[in-house]
C-alpha cells in the first residue's frame, strides 16, 4: 500500500526554523516527482515546493524563494522541506503529495497524499 507519512511540524518563532519530512512507503520515492502544498482554513491549497524524480529539479513558490529548500534522501525514502526564516503567513497544514507524471505547483494531478502536519509561526 503506498502511503506518505509527514512528519516534523510543531510551533516556531517568527525567523525560527523547522525541517519536514516525508516519508514514503509501499513505493520508491525516488522514482516519483514529489511535491509540498500547504492549506490554511477557507483558502486552497497552494503549491510551496516541488522536486522532479530524476535530474533534482525544482520549484519554489515565489513567496517562499531563499527560505526553503526541498531535498530528497533517496535511500531513506524520504523527501525533506527545510523551512528557514518562518514568518506567520507561513502558518498552515503541510501536506506532500506524490505522482509519477505530474509535476509542479499546482495539487491537480497528484495522486499520492500525506495526512498533513501543522505548521504555526508564532510569537
Known amino acids: 500500500q503506498l502511503q506518505l507519512v509527514e512528519s516534523g511540524g510543531g510551533l516556531v518563532q517568527p525567523g525560527g526554523s523547522l525541517r519536514l519530512s516525508c516519508a514514503a512507503s509501499?513505493?520508491?520515492?525516488?522514482?516519483?516527482?514529489i511535491g509540498w502544498f500547504r492549506q490554511v482554513p477557507g483558502k486552497e491549497r497552494e503549491g510551496v515546493s516541488c522536486i522532479r524524480a530524476s535530474g533534482g529539479y525544482t520549484n519554489y513558490a515565489d513567496s517562499v524563494k531563499g527560505r526553503f529548500t526541498i531535498s530528497r534522501d533517496n535511500a531513506k525514502n524520504t523527501v525533506y522541506l527545510q523551512m528557514n526564516s518562518l514568518k506567520p503567513e507561513d502558518t498552515a497544514v503541510y501536506y506532500c503529495a506524490a505522482d509519477r507524471y505530474a509535476y509542479g505547483l499546482g495539487p491537480g494531478g497528484y495522486l499520492y497524499w500525506g495526512q498533513g502536519t501543522q505548521v504555526t509561526v508564532s510569537s
Open positions: 509501499g513505493f520508491t520515492a525516488g522514482n516519483y516527482n
